[in-house]
């Protein structure tokens, strides 16, 4: 089964689960609890105690009394979906989104934009205090992006009946839309010419250059729509159709198998935040670790005397090469970052971790300090795994002197963070 879809394989389990669940008898009815809501998880949960348990709930905000009912009932904790407020946070708002609730893809459009940036950064600053011990740190304010519409880029899936949509938060199973209120307009408009026609498919992809006006649509709908798709004859799994953008006025081409920035407003905010804090002044040697498809690269060439870049995807590897073609500083590396680091006989006078969700393996913060940089800005995007990695990072010798989270996805429990260090 893909996507959550039924095909005719998925007969025969289920027949076996309905036999077991004939033989257990009714399934009981989920418990329901009434809980005054004390806090907010890093996950996007609403959190607050009954009988000295955690309960984590869906769709509610700290300060609210509401009626929970149980999806997991543990012996230590348990979680589950708001059913009925009976005091309403001030803050509460009707989503705006007819699939809010049924669909996955966001978390909070029942907070109003306001709270939920005061809500990120008291989360960065809850984890920093439990994970990394730092009960004082100061964490700026959130900053601010474009609440609706702002997504380049959406995996839709799609149903032997040829719609398109996305997945049930519940029970993954397949939900047809009409519109993605956090999606770009271009993205509406592809979704509602291949409404309906996506017969045979099992995604369609599509991603969007905001400031090049360039569409890509995966894979080809040609004959669907009138919108640029990717190449048919493709050379390898690596190689798919490309685009084009530009952050900061630098243009990037872009695989649809490589990372890139999903709010391109919000991305360009952020790395102009990156090379303030760099504050790089001409001749330093700079490392990219986790250099993606050359995005930091190609910034901070022409500030920087050289600029190493260590990434391991081979479609972002392909983009990079491309993107930074005409910087002679820029050199590439191949390779997972805690391989190379660790042997990279360099002595650079700054250095730039932008892992992926789970952070920088143990042994890439081990060569970190090793190499000590004097400047060190850590972008991350799970406020968790960062709080663990800075932890280590000032046992190492680091300061950390600023925190700083910006919002480059909306309506989502999502945070990104800027961290800046230095040795001392």
């Known amino acids: 089964m893909e996507d959550g879809l039924f095909s005719p394989s998925d007969a025969a389990p289920q027949s076996r689960r309905r036999n077991r669940r004939e033989r257990r008898g009714p399934k009981p009815e989920p418990l329901r609890i009434d809980l005054t809501l004390a806090d907010m998880g890093h996950e996007g949960r609403a959190l607050g105690r009954d009988q000295g348990r955690v309960i984590f709930a869906d769709f509610a905000i700290p300060g609210e009394r509401a009626v929970v009912e149980l999806y997991r009932n543990r012996t230590d904790y348990g979680q589950g979906t708001v059913i009925q407020v009976i005091d309403a946070s001030p803050d509460r708002v009707t989503p705006p989104c007819p699939y809010f609730g049924t669909c996955g893809g966001c978390q909070w459009q029942h907070i109003a934009y306001e709270r939920q940036l005061e809500l990120k950064r008291h989360v ?26 702002y997504r380049n880029h959406v995996r839709f899936s799609a149903n032997g009946s040829g719609e398109v949509g996305f997945v049930r938060r519940a029970s993954r199973n397949f939900l047809r839309v009409e519109q993605c209120l956090i999606a770009r307009p271009e993205i509406n408009d592809v979704l509602a010419k291949v409404q309906g026609s996506a017969t045979g498919l099992h995604q369609v992809e599509v991603r969007v250059g905001v400031n090049t006006g360039e569409v890509l649509v995966e894979p080809n709908l040609q004959g669907l729509s009138n919108v640029e798709a990717g190449p048919e004859d493709r050379p390898s799994r690596h190689q798919r159709g490309s685009y084009h953008d530009t952050l900061l006025g630098v243009p990037f081409q872009v695989n649809m198998a490589s990372f890139f920035q999903s709010n391109t407003q919000q991305a360009e905010r952020l790395a102009q935040m990156v090379l303030d804090r760099l504050a790089l002044t001409g001749g330093e040697v700079v490392v990219d670790a986790y250099a993606g498809v050359g995005t930091f690269a190609a910034l901070l060439a022409p500030l920087a005397g050289e600029v190493v870049a260590i990434e391991e995807a081979p479609s972002a590897i392909v983009d990079a090469n491309v993107n930074t073609a005409h910087l002679p500083n820029v050199r590439h590396i191949e390779g997972k970052v805690e391989d190379i680091l660790p042997s990279l006989e360099l002595k650079p006078d700054a250095l730039l971790l932008d892992p992926p969700r789970q952070g920088c393996h143990p042994a890439a913060v081990g060569a970190v300090i090793s190499m000590a940089p004097p400047k060190l800005v850590y972008v991350s995007c799970d406020p968790a795994t960062l709080a663990r990695d800075l932890r280590l990072l000032i046992d190492g010798g680091y300061e950390l ?10 309506q989502t429990y999502h945070t990104e963070v800027v961290c800046t260090l230095r040795h001392v």
């Open 124 to 149: 960065v600053k809850e984890q920093l205090r439990r994970i990394a011990k730092l009960p004082d740190q100061q964490v700026e304010q959130t900053v601010p992006g474009e609440p609706w519409g």
């Open 401 to 410: 002197l600023e925190v700083a989270p910006i919002d480059l996805f909306p």
